[in-house]
């Protein structure tokens, strides 16, 4: 077994010189192994496998995607997503009276931002409103809620 790790570390080692700068983050991704290994591993087999060994292993990558953080870059649509929140956290009143009325600028910036087809924004609205006790199930009902509550509706 020792035979066949060292065989292989060596075989990592000197194919590695076959890679050209900066793969090692094409190779590995993101994460804390990427962070560690940063400069060691563009020309090297064995350090892209600590670092994707690290990146996979300690459960961070997933964190760096979802945080921006570990050399990651969160995905577009998280920060889309991030930005109706806010959008629905700051006008949920207006959202509400708007839901009910099938109309307002609200609710056209919500559909937008939802990336309904505009072909299709009447129909979704109209959705809405025939819904709205699907969508504001009590007055205490919360952003995330709203955003769930109107996802099941559309699927229905």
């Known amino acids: 077994m020792k035979k066949l790790l060292t065989g292989l570390m060596v075989s990592l080692l000197l194919s590695g010189t076959a ?83 099938g109309k307002g600028e609200t609710l056209d910036t919500f559909v937008e931002m939802l990336g309904v087809d505009p072909s299709q924004s009447d129909a979704f609205k109209a959705k809405l409103q025939a819904n709205f006790t699907n969508i504001f199930t009590s007055d205490k009902v919360v952003m995330a809620e709203v ?3 109107v996802v099941t509706v559309d699927k229905n």
Request: proline share 2%; glycine share 10%; with cysteine.
């Open 147 to 149: 955003i769930d509550n």
């Open 19 to 101: 890679f050209a700068a900066g793969e090692a983050r094409t190779n590995t991704g993101c994460g804390l192994g990427t962070v560690l290994w940063e400069n060691k591993a563009d020309d090297n087999v064995f350090f892209q496998a600590l670092q994707a060994t690290t990146n996979g292993s300690s459960g961070n990558q997933t964190f760096g995607i979802s945080s921006g953080t570990s050399e990651c870059k969160p995905p577009a649509k998280s920060a889309q997503n991030e930005r109706l929140n806010q959008f629905v956290r700051a006008n949920m009143d207006n959202l509400a009276k708007e839901i009910a009325m």
